[in-house]
């Protein structure tokens, strides 16, 4: 819902609020330029500077001072009115006043699109969306951020969205004060909120006409600071009915001419203030800094409109259509999803079909979108993958704390059903979590978790049947896995490590099978999609098997497309990628794998590979800019067989990417593991962390686990735990 | 402007006997490059005595503007109906040409025509044209102290 209120206005207004954004930060430079440009009159009275002009200039009729500080005469020269600008220490006309015709055009397609009512009515929404949008985007920032004290904390998420909130977080503040201030200026011009101001005091006033007064004698003007004034009109010289009128920052009024004192005086009414103020605060006249800022905030529109318009539709195409779903406030069943690579989601569109067709009013969501309450809802079936071990998938990251906010549930069963895979320690750890979570929040369970092993149709189908059964309705499972759009990429080269053909390694480039065309080939894209080192590449083998996942050794701006690969013993996919040759072409996709990044900054990065996990680490190194320190612990077999980018490696150490190198060779006569070497090093990793170091692991589970064994050992006594550093961001894994 | 409207609105604001001793006079005003947004005018005449009589046209649609028009703001008391001798404000460079409804005893009585002018975020003109109404002064061009270029009125 909220998600919707963020997008909808962006989508419907883009165009305008691009429009109404960019001339906004063009207008933003002004004040700047005329507070820089005006002369500093401070300390003057209005009695003194008035004096002074009419002694020097002739034919003057008024003053005004702008906003910038700027003075400015109006003159009667022979029948001709002139604008002079006015230097206030001398009272001289030191130049012509020129408006800039650019600045009034550009105000114009600010305030009216260079339209008339219907311009300004259409800028005024657009005001009204930008303020939904900014407020709505900012709840979901803390939503995100995991509330109000972190919203200052590093932006976990792939590149994209790391940009898009990263960028939204800076401009918040002067976009949120730019909508309200506009909206409320928008609202005033159409009279739906008062403007102020009586009548005009000026209405029937009588000057005494006796002969008139020296104007640096009048009390009422030597009582005005230059700094308040906004404008004063002096009385016509050959007309005795006529009046000095003087607007300052406070009120206005008539002075008579012949004793320098009151006629009559209105001042400000509240409302009057409140616009003045409005009025400074959105335009920054008078407060240059301020219009920066708003103008710099303003800049981030388009950036955020293109990033989020990515975001949206990248949102769109990752879920699956669900036909018939029903709202979440009337469904008697709600299905939600917890997925990674959105392989779950396959399976929960075809439990959602079943459970639809069989009958019942079905909500399914992510399930991040967890609500509160659900009024009408009898029972709630998760579907959850596991990220690594036991953590939540990227669409369920938010349940745990959504749940923890609502209130205690009553009559609502519920039963959950976990994927993932047996060789990890913690099978379908996320989804016990989640049963637990849900039990304690007074659901009532309708079994133990069920599970299911790498996408195992069968298991699934199991599971389907016993949910009939207790549901008593004929479930008629229609399962197709859920792949996304695959691209052709063709080997290019490929390097092989090891003696044994039936364990070797091997690193393997592609490039697109077929180059860009039209409008991406014109924007320089590649043909490749969007990537960065650590994603992950999911290769589709021939015949339809399952698809299988390798990280990635480089990013889409290399060009090519590297992953390391070891056949496995009976492994579909690793033999089908060992036995390619420079000119196959294979089916793939891409993975964003955002927690597996180097932090932003500049601490210590300490990586951990063994074997093939050395592919997406040697890519961070290659991308390493050389003032940050890079620690790599690397295991291999031995130092000629599976020593993987083995010159690389070195060349890298000698450029000063990688600070060190440490090697661990498991079949050498020392036998050591990469964990043998993280303890002997314990005294450096330990200060490494103490200086905020991150830690990124990369290998099979069992490499993983001894590593995460080392760290304890490393970290005992320092009041730092694993678990700790993972909570913060700065232990990650990337395991197969 | 719509045409049939200024008739009728004259006829009745200036509340002649009968459209019989009335004749229509045109306006035309062009303005100077002053450099600025679209200005509000104001032209209405006085009597012998300088005071207030009625209101010509009034180039100004927004009335919460109009106290800029300060000469003519104050003789109406802001409270003028302009009702169909009104229109959009004038661009810069811009010439306004309209005709109205004059009651023939108006004529060579000592009646003046002041016009005001006011443009956004510059200087209010008060009476910036003040010309007599009489028969000789049929088409003769007048000059403004502010953003009127030239203005003038024919019988």
Redesign the interface.
């Known amino acids: 819902m909220l998600r919707k209120l963020h997008s909808t206005p962006g989508l419907i207004a883009a165009l305008l609020l691009l429009v109404v954004a960019l001339t906004g930060s063009v207008l933003s430079v002004f004040p700047t330029l005329e507070q820089a440009a005006a002369k500093d009159a401070s300390g003057i009275d209005v009695a003194t500077l008035a004096s002074r002009v009419s002694a020097r200039v002739s034919g003057v009729?008024?003053l005004?001072r702008e906003p910038s500080g700027l003075i400015i005469a109006?003159r009667?020269v022979g029948?001709e009115?002139r604008?002079s600008i006015i230097d206030p220490a001398s009272g001289e006309a030191v130049a012509a006043y020129?408006?800039s015709?650019v600045q009034?055009w550009v105000k114009?397609l600010h305030r009216r699109l260079l339209l008339d009512d219907a311009g300004r009515v259409a800028t005024g929404v657009a005001a009204a969306c930008m303020l939904v949008i900014v407020l709505s985007g900012l709840t979901l920032l803390v939503r995100r951020m995991g509330g109000w004290k972190q919203l200052s904390g590093p932006v976990r998420g792939t590149t994209l969205q790391r940009l898009h909130n990263e960028i939204a977080r800076f401009a918040l503040a002067g976009l949120v004060l730019s909508a309200a201030t506009g909206l409320l200026m928008s609202l005033a011009t159409f009279?739906l909120i008062p403007?102020g101001g009586g009548?005009?005091p000026?209405?029937?006033v009588q000057p005494s006409a006796a002969s008139a007064m020296a104007l640096d004698r009048m009390p009422e003007l030597q009582a005005v600071d230059v700094s308040r004034l906004r404008q004063l009109k002096l009385a016509g010289p050959g007309d005795p009915g006529d009046v000095i009128e003087l607007e300052t920052t406070d009120g206005a009024g008539a002075i008579d001419p012949a004793t320098g004192t009151w006629l009559a005086y209105t001042a400000l009414d509240g409302w009057q203030r409140l616009h003045a103020t409005v009025r400074m605060l959105h335009t920054g006249d008078g407060m240059w800094w301020l219009g920066l800022l708003l103008g710099a905030s303003s800049l981030a529109v388009p950036v955020l409109a293109v990033t989020g318009f990515l975001l949206w539709r990248r949102r769109r195409q990752g879920l699956p259509r669900l036909i018939g779903n029903v709202p979440a406030q009337d469904a008697d069943t709600v299905l939600l999803v917890g997925s990674e690579t959105n392989t779950t989601w396959g399976f929960a569109v075809a439990l959602h079909a079943a459970l639809t067709s069989a009958g019942l009013r079905v909500h399914t969501a992510p399930m991040n979108d967890f609500a509160a309450r659900y009024r009408t809802a009898r029972r709630l079936l998760v579907l959850t993958s596991t990220y690594g071990d036991g953590v939540a998938p990227e669409s369920a990251r938010q349940f745990t704390a959504r749940l923890a906010r609502a209130r205690a549930s009553t009559g609502v069963a519920f039963a959950v059903l976990g994927f993932g895979d047996r060789q990890f320690a913690q099978f379908c750890g996320f989804a016990h979590q989640v049963h637990l979570a849900l039990a304690a929040k007074g659901f009532e369970v309708l079994r133990e978790p069920g599970t299911v092993d790498r996408h195992s149709e069968p298991e699934f189908r199991q599971w389907c049947e016993w949910l009939g059964q207790t549901l008593g309705v004929a479930l008629d499972i229609q399962y197709t896995p859920m792949l996304p759009p695959t691209t052709a990429l063709k080997l290019v080269s490929r390097t092989d490590y090891g003696a044994d053909p039936q364990t070797l390694a091997a690193v393997l480039r592609f490039v697109p099978a077929a180059a860009a065309t039209g409008w991406r080939s014109w924007l320089g894209f590649s043909g490749l999609p969007p990537f960065e080192t650590g994603d992950l590449l999911g290769v589709v083998p021939p015949e339809g098997a399952a698809p299988r996942y390798y990280s990635l050794a480089s990013a889409a701006t290399d060009g090519v497309v590297e992953i390391c690969v070891r056949r496995q013993h009976g492994g579909v996919c690793s033999t089908y990628l060992t036995g390619l040759q420079p000119g196959a072409t294979i089916e793939a996709f891409v993975r964003p794998n955002a927690r597996f990044r180097p932090a932003a900054g500049d601490v210590p990065v300490i990586l951990i590979g063994a074997g093939t996990g050395i592919g997406p680490l040697i890519g961070f190194v290659r991308h390493n800019p050389p003032q940050r320190p890079m620690y790599l612990y690397f295991g291999a077999r031995d130092a000629e067989d599976g020593f993987l980018y083995r010159d690389e490696l070195h060349g890298l150490v000698g450029d000063r990417r990688l600070h060190a190198l440490t090697t661990a060779f498991s079949r050498s006569v020392e036998r050591a593991y990469v964990q043998d070497r993280l303890v002997a090093d314990a005294q450096r990793l330990r200060e490494l962390v103490g200086q905020g170091a991150q830690v990124m692991v990369c290998g099979g589970r069992k490499m993983a686990a001894g590593v995460a064994d080392a760290w304890e050992r490393i970290l005992a006594g320092s009041g730092l735990t694993v678990a700790l550093l993972r909570t913060q961001g700065r232990y990650v894994e990337d395991v197969y | 402007m719509k045409h049939a409207w200024p008739l009728a609105a004259v006829a009745g604001a200036l509340a002649v006997p009968s459209i019989a001793s009335a004749r229509p006079v045109a306006l035309e005003t062009q303005l100077t490059s002053y450099?600025?947004?679209g200005a509000y005018l104001a032209i209405y005449l006085t009597d012998r005595v300088g005071k207030y009589h009625s209101t010509l046209w009034v180039a100004a649609p927004k009335a919460?503007y109009w106290?800029h028009l300060?000469d003519w703001?104050?003789a109406t008391?802001?409270t003028a109906k302009v009702d169909g001798i009104s229109g959009a404000s004038v661009g810069a460079g811009k010439t306004l040409r309209v005709t109205v409804e004059l009651a023939d005893a108006l004529l060579d009585a000592g009646y003046e025509i002041h016009i005001d002018t006011a443009v956004e975020?510059m200087?209010d003109?008060p009476s910036e044209v003040v010309v007599p109404l009489t028969s000789a002064g049929t088409g003769k061009p007048a000059?403004g102290?502010?953003?009127v270029k030239s203005f003038r009125y024919t019988l």
Do not use: H
Request: charged residues 35%; without cysteine; hydrophobic residues 20%.
């Open positions: 009729e008024s005004v109006y009667l029948e009115q604008i020129q408006p015709a009034r114009n009279g403007e009548t005009d000026l209405l029937d | 450099g600025g947004d919460k106290k300060s703001y104050r008391g802001g975020k200087k003109n000059v102290r502010g953003y």
